[in-house]
């Protein structure tokens, strides 16, 4: 480890003490980032790019009060990180959820500032939501509080300064509510949100984008050592919208998808999942032990997808779902290829174990950028006022994914034409973002 990667983690460690996911996204970057700029870009080193690219251009935290359906009071935090703007406006979702703090938002946009950058659109890195916990809630109680919660952060996004999109616990019908409160306060309908309802100058696509586009990832990996995803035994974490079209779009190119999953257990379908079976999913509710009552299947409660003999592991949940011994279990039972479609799904020993491994492995930063990508396209119809058609919304996806792909590809690979995906996607990343910053000055 060179004096100046030892001298910068430290000084991370000591500025952001307390946030152990912003932490181990910045030592991901890090570790990768810094020997190449020490051979390539020396005079980067010296305008300090990568300590400027770590500190938020803008940090808010507001306080949110609504009222249930029983009158009663609450009072939550919502947040907004402004990470950076030296690409586009700054771009990335909202996040709804009681696990919200400062150090997941912090990680979730410095991977955005990555991710954004990799899709080759003209676009910033944000990341924001509340410590507000969805569920369980009626569809007024999650009106009064979106509006409530709207009604601070419209002083702080825009077309061209903000755009958020929805993430965990944000979906249409949160961005819809929120849509209306910031056009009611501003009088002003404009592509202030993604993740719109296709009624109303939403895209075509959007939420099978992350889905879609990580098989797409997925699919040209294989592709790159001479093998096909059709026949592959694919198990994935997650029930929600990834999950869900990233198990389908497996399914529609040829591979048997075995598992979903949510926080209570995993089900294991040996047969794999079909679309009547994944809607079946969808209808239970979290109540997943009734899946075996219908179909020749397994429930195991309390357990995670990585047990199963795969090909294919797409963790699709949430960050730090898959830890070292998990990824030792895959290796073991014989997975070539673990994709990630959630944001920092495997911990900082899992990726070292599966680095070490050989195998392939694709980081969220570039395996699941589709969903910010079509959030991107979906501005780029609001400035010009049209609606693209799902097959040009979705043929436009795939390029993108293919170019992250290859810019991974240029950046990560070895003079032995070993690929690391990871590499290549902090390189490709930063450089890119780096430039911008450069010529704009010291802003």
């Known amino acids: ?36 700029l020490e051979a390539h870009a020396p005079e980067l080193v010296r305008q300090r790019l990568l300590e400027r690219m770590i500190e938020p251009e803008r940090t808010i935290s507001f306080r949110v009060v609504w009222q249930d359906d029983s009158n009663a009071i609450h009072v939550n935090r919502g947040y907004r990180v402004q990470m950076n703007s030296a690409l586009g406006p700054y771009k990335g979702g909202l996040r709804f959820s009681p696990t919200v703090n400062l150090s997941i938002l912090k990680f979730l946009a410095f991977e955005q500032t990555f991710k954004n950058s990799l899709t080759g659109l003209p676009l910033g890195s944000a990341k924001g939501g509340a410590d507000f916990n969805p569920k369980g809630k009626s ?66 696509m959007r939420p099978e984008a992350t889905g879609f586009g990580l098989l797409y990832f997925v699919e040209r990996m294989l592709y790159e050592t001479g093998g096909v995803l059709k026949g592959k035994t694919v198990a994935i974490s997650g029930a929600g919208n990834v999950a869900y079209y990233a198990a389908l779009k497996a399914i529609a190119l040829g591979a048997k998808v075995i598992t979903v999953s949510n926080s209570e257990g995993t089900i294991y379908d040996k047969n794999g999942f079909s679309l009547e079976k994944l809607d079946y999913v969808n209808s239970l509710n979290r109540n997943f032990g009734e899946y075996p009552k219908r179909y020749d299947a397994e429930y195991h409660p309390g357990q995670k997808p990585w047990r199963f003999a795969c090909d294919i592991a797409l963790p699709c949940a949430t960050q730090n779902e898959l830890d070292e011994h998990d990824a030792g279990m895959l290796l073991e039972n014989g997975c070539i290829c673990i994709a990630e479609g959630a944001n920092m799904p495997c911990t900082e020993q899992a ?93």
């Open 1 to 36: 480890m060179s004096s100046y990667l030892t001298s910068f983690i430290h000084y991370v460690s000591e500025t952001n003490p307390h946030q152990p996911e912003f932490l181990q996204a910045v030592r991901e970057v890090a570790e990768d980032v810094i020997p190449y």
């Open 139 to 204: 569809d007024n109680e999650i009106m009064r509080f979106c509006q409530s919660f709207m009604a601070e952060l419209c002083r702080h996004v825009g077309s061209e300064t903000d755009v958020p999109a929805g993430d965990i616990g944000v979906g249409e019908r949160e961005i819809g509510y929120m849509f209306g409160q910031y056009k009611r306060l501003q009088n002003n309908f404009t592509g202030v949100l993604t993740g719109k309802g296709t009624a109303w100058s939403g895209s075509f």
């Open 351 to 443: 990726v070292k174990t599966i680095l070490k491994s050989g195998i392939l492995y694709a980081p969220g930063k570039a395996a699941n950028a589709g969903g910010v990508a079509v959030s991107g396209l979906e501005m780029s119809q609001n400035r010009i006022g049209q609606q693209w058609t799902a097959e040009k919304v979705e043929n436009r996806l795939k390029k993108i994914m293919h170019d992250i792909h290859d810019t991974c590809v240029h950046y990560g690979k070895d003079k032995h034409g070993a690929i690391n995906y990871l590499k290549g996607a902090n390189i490709g990343g930063f450089v890119k973002v780096a430039a911008a910053m450069k010529a704009q000055g010291l802003v």
